[in-house]
C-alpha cells in the first residue's frame, strides 16, 4: 500500500484549495505537517515531515506545493526513507534551496506567470533537482487566488508517479 503525504506551503491553503479537496477525497491523503500558518520555519517543517515519514516503511507519495517543495529538497538532502515519488507544485525561487538531485522520481509543476518564480528559475530547479519538468502554462501559482479548485491534471501526475 502506497501512503500520500501532503506537505503545505508557507500558508494555511483556503478550503476550496486542490490541496484541500484531494484531502478530503482521499482519506489516505495525510498532512505532513497538518497546514501550519506562517512564518514558515524550515526545520519545523523537515521535521514535522521526517517524523510523518519515519512512521512507516510503506512507499510514500510526497505531495508538495510552494514553499512545501522546499520542505521536500531540505528534507532529501538531510533524511532518507522509503519515498518513492515527489509532486512538486510551483516551488518558489528563493535562496538557500539545495540544488542537488531529489533521490526519488519527480514531477516539477512549473507555471509561467508564477509571481514566486519565473519560468526559467522554475526550469532550472526541476533540472538541479533532477524532476521531470511539467510546463503548467500561466497558472499563477496554481493556488486559489488563480483560481484553482479542482486539478484534476494534479491527480493524473500523482498516478503518474506510481506507475
Known sequence: MTRFLLVPGRGVPFPNHWSRQWARAHRDYVWAPEPPGPPYVAEDRVAALQTAIA??????????????CLTVAFWAQEHTGPVAGAL??????????PRVPLPFRSIAVVSRDDPHCT???????????????????PVGHLDTRSGF???????????ALLG
Open 88 to 97: 512538486l507544485v510551483t516551488p518558489p525561487a528563493v535562496e538557500g534551496i
Open 119 to 137: 519560468f526559467a528559475d522554475g526550469e532550472r530547479l526541476a533540472r538541479e533537482w533532477g524532476a521531470e519538468l511539467v510546463d503548467a502554462g
Open 55 to 68: 512512521g512507516s516503511r510503506e512507499p510514500t507519495i510526497l505531495i508538495a506545493h510552494s514553499a512545501g
Open 149 to 159: 479548485g479542482p486539478w484534476p491534471e494534479g491527480e493524473k501526475l500523482v498516478a
